[in-house]
């Protein structure tokens, strides 16, 4: 199993709104990313977990919060977003933390109203 | 700081023409070099990479080499097919912390 999954594939939120996005991998990788993707634009990196263990949190407002239960799960928590948060977020998985290439997951499309 | 530049796009060839996008970096000691793509409403998939000088990286036809001494990784490919449409992007990892350097994308469209 060499992929990545992301659900929901699509999410419509309001600003009063709690949600979360879920990201999957089962390749055995034990880094695992969150990625901002706005249009035409390059991914933004926001967390990164080494371990089970966040190791880098990219300046990211308190509205997103990362939570890694296990070695293949990844969830991103939602609460308060503002429009401006619209966006595609990206999971990815690499199997250490330095130099591996990254496997990105299909993204969720964010829309916050 | 470390840092990837891609010609800007968008590019548009004929079909069976030749492509090459520009890809040029800065950093410091040894990073790996990438080649993503990402085609409409999907996510990044690595489409060929290169660790070390002179390696040459290879997948579905498309070719970069790692050059150091003129710090580049330009994406080619002979014959660019329809299905090649997407944008695509150059990146580094540094090696120490982990993080992916991206360019800004280059966007490529394929006419028949």
């Known amino acids: 199993d060499t992929e990545v999954t992301q659900t929901p594939k699509h999410l419509v939120m309001g600003m009063t709104n709690k949600k979360s996005l879920k990201c999957e991998q089962h390749m055995g990788h034990r880094a695992m990313y969150w990625y901002k993707q706005k249009a035409k634009k390059p991914p933004e990196l926001m967390f990164v977990y080494s371990y089970e263990k966040l190791s880098i949190n990219e300046s990211v407002p308190s509205r997103f919060s990362p939570e890694c239960p296990n070695s293949s799960l990844l969830n991103l928590h939602l609460h308060a977003l503002q429009p401006e948060d619209s966006a595609l977020y990206l999971c990815?998985?690499?199997?250490?933390?330095?130099?591996?290439?990254?496997?990105f997951g299909p993204g969720t499309r964010l829309t916050v109203l | 700081g470390n840092s990837v530049t891609q010609m800007e796009g968008p590019v548009t060839l004929s079909e069976e023409a030749f492509l090459t996008i520009n890809c040029t970096y800065t950093a410091t000691g040894y990073p790996s070099l990438f080649w993503y793509v990402q085609y409409p409403g999907e996510g990044l998939q690595l489409l060929l990479k290169?660790?070390?000088?002179?390696d040459k990286g290879s997948n579905k036809g498309f070719e970069a080499t790692y050059r150091k001494e003129t710090t580049s990784f330009h994406l080619e490919k002979g014959s660019v097919q329809v299905s090649d449409s997407a944008v695509y992007f150059c990146?580094?990892?540094?090696?120490?912390?982990?993080?992916?350097?991206f360019g800004q994308g280059t966007e490529l469209s394929v006419k028949p």
């Open positions: 990146a580094l990892n540094d090696n120490q912390g982990g993080k992916l350097i």
């Open positions: 290169a660790t070390k000088a002179d």
């Open positions: 990815a998985s690499s199997q250490v933390r330095l130099a591996d290439e990254q496997f």
